[in-house]
């Protein structure tokens, strides 16, 4: 018993440990950033990026250190990341301002794509709005019982505002996105080496993921399904 006691005391201790480190490590890198010592600080942000600890200013240094790199598919990688993390309607500009200049495909906004961003912006306002309204339904279902009263309307109010918040749940999210990570990658029309090759993309590019098999993935790309060997792209999420 108090062997097993100190085997959980000593991995929570580490655990305790392990955290205590994250902000002197980001503290360290922002302080090599400042003096502007910019490969070694990128070195501490990628390990803690690499752990999910991370604040939305350092991917933006992230982003800031790979534009002066010259490596514009990192650097809007990093935007990308910056911006689910901050919302900053800034940085969309600032990806847009880039992909126009390097000639990116991807970066242009649409309506779908604005949709998607109101959802995912308000979700919780929407999902409580939805709740109180079934709420207010389904009592006003049970006033119209007890009244004797015709329960047609404020049931189908009920099974109505039910479906919208199950919609909002389950189908109002973004399809996942990926920047592409190399120059000359191939897309193929199918999750093979040996099928036809449909177009060859620079790094930079922004696709929708649509499915993976094995290690390919099915993006779309120019209104057309192609695949890409799933090490060539990196996934837009945190």
Known sequence: ?????SIILSVLLFSFSALAQEPAKLKAADSLFRAKQYTQSYALYDSLLSKKSYSAAMLLKMAFIQEGLNHTGLCLYYLNLYQRASDD?????KME????K???EGYRPTELSSLYHFFEKNNLDITRVFGALIILSFSIALFQKKKKNSLRMPVFMVVLFSVCLFATANWTSPPEMAIVRHNRT???GGP?????VVDI????????ILGKKDIWLRVKWRDKDAYVKENNLLPIVL
């Open 1 to 5: 018993m108090q062997t097993r006691i």
């Open 89 to 93: 309607h800034q940085a969309a500009a």
């Open 97 to 100: 301002e880039l992909a126009e």
């Open 102 to 104: 390097n000639r990116l």
């Open 186 to 188: 191939y897309l193929m």
């Open 192 to 196: 093979s080496a040996g099928a036809s």
């Open 201 to 208: 993309i620079g790094e930079g590019h922004r696709m929708t």
